[in-house]
């Protein structure tokens, strides 16, 4: 691939190509390079936005991460992958009103998500619908038993309701 970005050195796919080879070898920095190499070439691709977002946030740069993720399922409204990302980046920046939309979306495009579940559940808990956080976190291990840990959001959204008996029979 290196020999091939020589050869064409304004093909954005092959520097796609380059980045997602850099970042299985683990070369994060020689990836962001490539995936911004493509993009400055001007790729139209979904993914190298959305590569270009992991390697942001596996680095813990969430403004970038973020930016490429909102660019992605812009360029791309069934990239799942991405929601789910940005769900989980705006979760952990505390934007909890701001994660519940693309966890839906996520949850929409795959139904068997559990970490976009989990996810969204604890939003939804923290932005005071406990309810919703609850049917939803039922509704998900009636069709996945082996998501157990899902009872610990309910509690917690419970909890953050200001309902504690169901919090603990959640628990229990």
């Given amino acids: 691939l290196g020999r091939a970005a020589e050869l064409a050195p304004n093909a954005p796919p092959v520097f796609g190509s380059l980045g997602v080879a850099y970042q299985l070898m683990g070369d994060e920095d020689a990836a962001r390079a490539a995936y911004e190499t493509a993009i400055e070439l001007g ?23 973020i930016t490429q993720f909102l660019t992605t399922t812009q360029m791309n ?14 979760g952990r920046s505390t934007e909890y009103e701001k ?7 996520a949850i929409a495009l795959d ?7 989990s996810e969204l559940v604890y ?27 899902l009872y610990d959001q309910i509690a917690f959204a419970w909890m953050r309701g200001g309902q504690p008996e169901k919090a603990i029979a959640a628990a229990d």
Avoid at 99 to 105: D, G, H, S
């Fill in 77 to 90: 409204p069934d990239h799942q992958r991405a929601f789910a990302n940005l769900g989980l980046l705006y």
């Fill in 123 to 149: 939003a939804l808990g923290v932005t005071g619908q406990a309810e919703d956080a609850a049917a939803l976190a039922e509704s998900f291990l009636r069709a996945h038993p082996e998501a157990g840990d």
């Fill in 99 to 105: 994660a519940i939309p693309p966890l839906e979306r």
């Fill in 43 to 65: 790729s139209r691709d979904p993914e190298d936005f959305f590569n270009l977002g992991t390697v942001h946030l596996s680095a813990q740069r969430t403004e970038q991460a």
């Fill in 111 to 117: 139904p068997d998500d559990a970490e976009s579940v």
